[in-house]
């Protein structure tokens, strides 16, 4: 028989794993199942964090290649049509990156932190768009340096 207060469980169980877990799917990695009062395992909190962390960093890889490869696309085809080398660049930084700080401002912070956490968050990605954007003109001018009429 299992013990008052622990349905179901054989005893001498590894771990500490004395309580069945019935549950729908979960999919959450770092839960760890124990009866009350015993620890938890070795997943705790630090794990947690650190997948945080981990999705955060992988977050802002991701985000800045696809802005850089939305603003390369954009500023080719301005390329194009305008047949001026480096209009998206200027318009960038003219247009796009006072748009994005008015845009991420609080009125009920100083500017200084406005600034920093615009910073924090979007750095790499305005670099990436940044790049994206001069690297169109850099394209453009080659190609019409190689002889291709139609840029």
């Not at 500023?75 to 480096?86: A, E, P, R, S």
């Not at 003219?94 to 991420?104: E, F, K, R």
């Given at each position: 028989m299992p013990p008052p207060g622990r349905p179901g469980g054989r005893e001498g169980r590894p771990g500490g794993f004395d309580v069945p877990i019935r549950h729908s799917v979960n999919w959450n990695i770092t839960q760890t199942y124990?009866?009350?009062?015993?620890?938890?395992?070795?997943?705790?909190i630090a794990d947690k964090a650190m997948t945080s962390v981990f999705i955060s960093i992988l977050q802002e890889i991701v985000g800045t290649l696809l802005i850089f490869v939305l603003f390369f696309g954009i500023?080719?085809?301005?390329?194009?049509?305008?047949?001026?080398?480096?209009l998206p660049a200027v318009l960038y930084?003219?247009?796009?990156?006072?748009?994005?700080?008015?845009?991420?401002?609080k009125p009920d912070l100083s500017p200084?932190?406005?600034l920093s956490a615009f910073f924090l968050v979007w750095f790499f990605p305005l670099i990436g768009g940044a790049v994206g954007a001069a690297g169109?003109?850099?394209?453009?001018?080659?190609?019409?340096?190689?002889?291709y009429r139609m840029f």
């Open positions: 124990a009866p009350p009062g015993e620890p938890a395992g070795r997943r705790g500023g080719f085809i301005l390329n194009m049509l305008v047949k001026t080398t480096w930084v003219v247009l796009v990156i006072p748009l994005g700080i008015w845009y991420a401002w200084g932190q406005n169109s003109g850099w394209a453009i001018r080659e190609l019409r340096r190689r002889g």
